[in-house]
């Protein structure tokens, strides 16, 4: 399968063929639809097709490796068969919020020091879970900074590594919740100049000035030492 959506995170169609439908979804030969990982949602959207179109309520990774993904019709929808041409439209303003906030939490993990523990993505609200001290932590002062580092316009940017180079180079991982999938080779990294680098397979704006304001919401305590920082989208 054809992930589209990693090398293009703007693309919000594309032609396909159905490969195989099965009580999990529909599998196509390519896809801009982004499934479920790394705390970000999958897409939603639809497949239309001569005779008509189907809803696609999320996308999932299968068993068969990173480049397996699933796309989930809405229930009681009728999935085109085997072979079906296709074309694959998802929720654009939707998934654009989620490269938004994905991009913010970059911004974040490089603002707020310590290990990420967790995270989620959301399109009204995200959160990273951090092992600091919550002394540490300031909602004002964090807002000021993550919203500096948007100002700054920065470019956004992806680049590939080596599943060698990533093992001798372990100070990269900041999450200690997720590792990065290695085994096919290389690992893809997330590069916000000279702001944070790290591995990632998500998908992002491509300058930080696109994200727009955001401001913490709040800060929660979820253990001795692990504080959970949730952000908003200003709009």
């Known amino acids: ?75 009681g929808a009728a999935p085109p068969a085997p072979g079906t041409a296709v074309e694959a439209v ?39 879970d951090f092992n600091v001290p919550a002394a540490s932590l300031d909602k004002d002062a964090i807002a000021a900074a993550v919203n500096a580092l948007i100002a700054a316009d920065t470019t956004v940017g992806t680049r590939w590594i080596t599943d060698e180079e990533m093992a001798a180079a372990p100070e990269l991982v900041r999450t200690m919740s997720v590792k990065p999938p290695t085994g096919s080779g290389r690992v893809r990294l997330l590069d916000v100049e000279g702001v944070d ?9 491509a300058r930080t000035g696109e994200i727009g304001g955001i401001e913490v919401t709040k800060i929660e305590n979820k253990g001795k030492q692990n504080r959970r920082v949730v952000i908003a989208l200003k709009d």
């Open 1 to 75: 399968m054809d992930a589209l959506f990693r090398d293009d995170a703007y693309a919000q169609r594309c032609t396909a063929t159905v490969v195989s439908v099965d009580e999990r979804g529909i599998r196509l030969d390519r896809t801009v639809f982004y499934p479920t990982g790394g705390g970000q949602p999958g897409d939603s959207g639809v497949l239309r097709f001569d005779g008509g179109e189907i809803r696609i309520a999320d996308t999932v990774k299968g068993d068969g490796g990173p480049d397996d993904v699933i796309h989930v019709p809405e229930d």
């Open 197 to 205: 680098l790290q591995p990632c397979g998500g998908t992002h704006v």
């Open 90 to 128: 998802i929720d654009w303003e939707r998934r654009h919020r989620h490269m938004r906030m994905h991009t913010a939490l970059h911004l974040l993990c490089a603002v707020v020091p310590g290990s990420v523990t967790g995270g989620q993505i959301g399109a009204d609200k995200s959160r990273l």
